[in-house]
């Protein structure tokens, strides 16, 4: 009589083992899938933010081919008002002229951080060609009505 209390404790223990076992693998498992969710996240913020960032450095070049200037109230005035980045921090805007660069403190929230996205106007004209050269004439020929650009 006494060894079958062993064989049911032992299969009671056995039984406990697995159980606790499984448990600790599904909250593994649970725990892999909450991570690599955030981190999608993270980068759709990320994602967004920069085409955020892209629209501000569009606007500022077409203001910098129009009057050789960028001023910040003209570009927010031109995107509807937008003046908070993705994270609803401000942005900063340093240079002048096509070496403007607009600067979003990133989801950290502090500049000069590796996590730091920028646009500098500069590099958007790299990718249209034939802005390329307007910029780097001293003066823009404008000739008849100056066309006006609206964000979408």
Do not use: C
């Amino acid at each position: 009589m006494q060894s079958n209390n062993r064989d049911s404790f032992s299969n009671r223990g056995s039984f406990i083992f697995v159980f606790v076992l499984i448990l600790i693998i599904i909250a593994t498992s649970l725990s892999s899938i909450y991570d690599a969710a955030q981190l999608l996240y993270k980068q759709r913020d990320i994602v967004m933010a920069k085409h955020e960032l892209q629209k501000i450095g569009v606007a500022s070049l077409a203001l910098f081919l129009q009057t050789r200037r960028v001023e910040v109230d003209r570009v927010w005035t031109l995107l509807g008002g937008i003046q908070k980045d993705f994270w609803d921090r401000p942005y900063r805007k340093d240079g002048r002229g096509k070496q403007t660069t607009w600067i979003s403190s990133g989801p950290d929230g502090e500049f000069g951080t590796e996590d730091d996205l920028n646009v500098q106007l500069s590099d958007l004209s790299h990718q249209i060609p034939s802005l390329n050269d307007t910029l780097n004439n001293t003066e823009v020929p404008v000739k008849g009505n100056t066309p006006t650009v609206r964000a979408e």
